[in-house]
Protein backbone atom coordinates (compact mmCIF):
# COMPACT_ATOMS: atom_id res chain seq x y z
CA UNK A 1 0.00 0.00 0.00
CA UNK A 2 1.57 3.41 -1.11
CA UNK A 3 -0.26 6.68 0.41
CA UNK A 4 0.53 9.98 -1.32
CA UNK A 5 0.45 12.99 -0.21
CA UNK A 6 -0.10 16.08 -2.56
CA UNK A 7 0.78 19.76 -1.47
CA UNK A 8 2.39 23.27 -2.76
CA UNK A 9 -0.97 24.26 -4.48
CA UNK A 10 -2.42 27.93 -3.80
CA UNK A 11 -3.49 31.26 -5.85
CA UNK A 12 -1.36 32.86 -8.09
CA UNK A 13 -1.20 35.08 -10.79
CA UNK A 14 -0.85 34.39 -14.46
CA UNK A 15 2.39 34.48 -15.17
CA UNK A 16 3.71 33.05 -12.19
CA UNK A 17 5.27 29.66 -10.70
CA UNK A 18 4.14 26.84 -8.22
CA UNK A 19 5.96 23.71 -7.46
CA UNK A 20 3.81 21.05 -6.44
CA UNK A 21 5.36 17.92 -4.33
CA UNK A 22 3.99 14.46 -3.84
CA UNK A 23 5.57 12.52 -1.01
CA UNK A 24 4.66 9.17 -0.88
CA UNK A 25 4.34 7.21 1.92
CA UNK A 26 4.40 3.29 2.75
CA UNK A 27 6.70 1.92 0.42
CA UNK A 28 9.69 3.21 -2.12
CA UNK A 29 8.75 4.70 -4.85
CA UNK A 30 11.61 3.16 -6.98
CA UNK A 31 9.13 0.81 -8.39
CA UNK A 32 6.50 3.06 -9.64
CA UNK A 33 6.15 4.96 -12.66
CA UNK A 34 4.14 8.53 -11.34
CA UNK A 35 1.74 11.26 -12.85
CA UNK A 36 0.44 14.18 -12.59
CA UNK A 37 -2.92 14.74 -13.23
CA UNK A 38 -5.43 18.02 -13.23
CA UNK A 39 -9.44 18.46 -13.07
CA UNK A 40 -11.04 21.59 -13.64
CA UNK A 41 -14.82 21.91 -12.65
CA UNK A 42 -16.56 20.02 -15.35
CA UNK A 43 -14.07 18.60 -17.65
CA UNK A 44 -12.11 15.36 -17.70
CA UNK A 45 -8.89 14.45 -15.84
CA UNK A 46 -5.98 14.85 -17.82
CA UNK A 47 -2.31 13.90 -17.65
CA UNK A 48 -0.44 16.73 -17.67
CA UNK A 49 3.41 14.96 -16.92
CA UNK A 50 4.12 11.27 -16.35
CA UNK A 51 7.69 9.89 -15.47
CA UNK A 52 9.14 6.56 -15.41
CA UNK A 53 10.91 4.76 -12.94
CA UNK A 54 14.34 5.74 -13.91
CA UNK A 55 13.39 9.31 -14.10
CA UNK A 56 14.44 9.65 -17.73
CA UNK A 57 11.30 8.89 -19.31
CA UNK A 58 8.93 11.62 -19.48
CA UNK A 59 5.81 12.49 -21.27
CA UNK A 60 4.31 16.13 -21.05
CA UNK A 61 0.46 16.97 -22.14
CA UNK A 62 0.18 19.41 -25.26
CA UNK A 63 -0.98 21.83 -23.12
CA UNK A 64 1.61 22.11 -20.82
CA UNK A 65 5.12 22.04 -22.98
CA UNK A 66 8.03 23.97 -21.87
CA UNK A 67 6.26 25.36 -19.04
CA UNK A 68 5.71 22.50 -16.28
CA UNK A 69 8.44 20.08 -15.89
CA UNK A 70 7.98 17.04 -13.75
CA UNK A 71 10.67 15.18 -11.87
CA UNK A 72 11.37 12.32 -8.81
CA UNK A 73 14.15 11.96 -6.27
CA UNK A 74 13.60 8.13 -5.44
CA UNK A 75 15.53 8.77 -2.04
CA UNK A 76 13.12 11.20 -0.81
CA UNK A 77 9.77 9.00 -1.64
CA UNK A 78 8.70 12.52 -3.70
CA UNK A 79 8.10 13.76 -7.22
CA UNK A 80 7.29 17.19 -8.17
CA UNK A 81 5.90 19.33 -10.62
CA UNK A 82 7.58 22.86 -11.27
CA UNK A 83 4.93 25.02 -12.77
CA UNK A 84 6.18 27.93 -14.81
CA UNK A 85 4.57 30.68 -16.73
CA UNK A 86 1.03 29.48 -15.42
CA UNK A 87 -2.40 30.22 -16.98
CA UNK A 88 -6.10 30.83 -15.98
CA UNK A 89 -6.70 27.46 -17.83
CA UNK A 90 -3.94 26.05 -15.67
CA UNK A 91 -6.74 26.00 -12.72
CA UNK A 92 -7.27 23.04 -11.55
CA UNK A 93 -7.33 20.39 -8.93
CA UNK A 94 -3.63 18.45 -9.46
CA UNK A 95 -3.79 15.18 -8.34
CA UNK A 96 -0.56 12.99 -8.58
CA UNK A 97 -0.27 9.20 -8.87
CA UNK A 98 1.70 6.21 -8.92
CA UNK A 99 1.40 3.27 -10.92
CA UNK A 100 3.51 -0.08 -10.02
CA UNK A 101 5.49 -1.34 -12.82
CA UNK A 102 8.20 -4.15 -13.68
CA UNK A 103 9.56 -1.61 -17.10
CA UNK A 104 12.09 0.85 -15.66
CA UNK A 105 11.89 3.12 -18.52
CA UNK A 106 7.77 3.68 -19.14
CA UNK A 107 5.63 6.52 -18.55
CA UNK A 108 1.62 6.05 -18.53
CA UNK A 109 -0.80 9.03 -19.20
CA UNK A 110 -3.78 6.97 -18.70
CA UNK A 111 -5.90 7.58 -15.70
CA UNK A 112 -6.97 4.65 -15.10
CA UNK A 113 -3.76 2.22 -15.68
CA UNK A 114 -2.80 4.23 -11.91
CA UNK A 115 -2.86 2.15 -8.77
CA UNK A 116 -2.86 4.90 -5.98
CA UNK A 117 -3.82 8.57 -5.83
CA UNK A 118 -3.04 11.44 -3.75
CA UNK A 119 -5.79 14.15 -2.58
CA UNK A 120 -5.52 16.43 -5.21
CA UNK A 121 -4.14 20.29 -4.01
CA UNK A 122 -5.78 23.12 -5.71
CA UNK A 123 -4.31 25.42 -8.18
CA UNK A 124 -6.08 28.91 -8.94
CA UNK A 125 -4.28 30.86 -11.28
CA UNK A 126 -5.98 34.45 -11.29
CA UNK A 127 -5.76 37.13 -14.52
Known amino acids: QVELVDSGGGLVQAGGSLRLSCAAS????????MGWFRQAPGKERECVAA????????YYGDSVKGRFTISRDNAKNTVYLQMNSLKPEDTAVYYC????????????????????WGQGTQVTVSS
Open 97 to 116: AAKITSYAGTYYYRADLYDY
Open 26 to 33: GRTLSNYA
Open 51 to 58: IGWRGGDI
